[in-house]
């Protein structure tokens, strides 16, 4: 994870672009901490709950009062029954350290709500929908019921703080490879870029705008442009020069700024590996930093099934159900869980079968590798502990209220620290 977080600040800092770290991933106080790194520069976070915020206050207060500017952006459209605690958090940050994004115009006077309580105004990203279709509009209907005019009415009043667009798109979960993730990243600066050339008479034109992009394997191919010019693929030169118009140059006559964001990339997990969107990613065992301990229950080596199988203590409520593109599979074994004799090492044993409390692990084929050999047996052992990498770390995360963590340049065998989430997110009433 520390080189996961260190990696991407490197690559932000060697490209000249700005970072913003979503946190909804691991929801602890030291994942913050190596997201952010040690420089001192603003900290800007991402959250999808209020309630990360206020777990996260008093680590943002001594990032403040170490010099370090920060910004925590509310990563949905606002809901209008947040404003009462996100508006009680900022007054206790202080001015500019709240940003929320819209994409109605019914949320404005709700985003004005906020000012009025927090006695002052909150960042605002217009979100733009560049071809994932969860939240945003797009970049042709960004004005939809006059929401570019009332925003730039509502700035120039001073009720709201315009920063600029913002989309999240990943539809680069499904790629394969470095180049997809990369061509995926340029096509959505490509989409904001076009919003912003279409709706360019709608904004000020002395205003900055920031163009906020990302979701963790397109960002994380910003990796592949770290080097000479020479060394770069034609992929890479691509994406370096797009990005680099927009740091450098003027775009349809305005300022702009390029920020990327990004969460699960502090992590990864199987899902995340199966983009390739680096070159040089090593196997599970090397870049998964989350894991899920589970025991063998039972072993089924011989005949009694169509296929050998073992059984083992955690299901869906302590994996999660997610998919994944590279296999029919909702878990991957760490394969120091194998025993020493095992035939082709290199197979992966897979969590085939879930139920709610239990799975069954057998031979799997992955991104269609796997020598077809179904019959080999399961070398684990009834009481055995193994580890399981997730499909998708924020999922799974959120099954657990804290981490155990180890030091893998330790080998991984001791507990060094553990680390609390915040899970905290729902609002109980009694009557």
Known sequence: MHRHCKSLLDAVEYLGVDFRAHVKTHKTLEGVRLQAGEAKKEVRLIVSTVAEIEYLRPLLLEFMENGRPVNILYGIPLPPSQVDRLSAIGRQLGRGTISVMIDHSSQLSHVARFTEQASFPAGVYLKVDTGYHRAGLPPSGLNKDNLVSKLMNLDNQGKINFIGLYSHSSLSYNDSTAEQAMANLEGELSGCLEALEKNARLFSSDKEITISIGASPQVTSIENLVGAESTLSEDAKSLRQTLHKVVTRKYCG???????????????????????????????????????????????????????????????????????????????????????????????????RVSQEHCIVSWGLINGHGDGDSQQCIPLQVGQTVRIFPNHACITGALYGWYYVIDSSEHGERVIDVWERADRWKVSAAS
Do not use: M
């Not at 073992?310 to 869906?316: C, F, I, P, R, Y």
């Not at 159900?321 to 394969?335: F, K, M, N, Q």
């Open 254 to 352: 305005f300022r702009t700024k390029l920020e990327l964001h990004a969460g699960v990339y502090s992590l990864l997990d199987v899902q995340q590996l199966s983009t390739r969107s680096r070159a040089h990613f090593g196997d599970y065992e090397d870049e998964i930093a989350i894991s899920v301990a589970a025991e063998v229950c039972s072993v089924y080596n011989d005949g009694e099934r169509q296929q050998p199988e073992a059984l083992l203590a955690v299901g869906v409520l302590g994996l999660g159900r997610e998919p994944c593109a590279a296999y029919e599979g909702w878990g991957i074994l760490d394969r120091n869980a194998y025993s020493p004799s095992t035939n082709n090492p290199d197979r992966r044993l897979i969590v085939k």
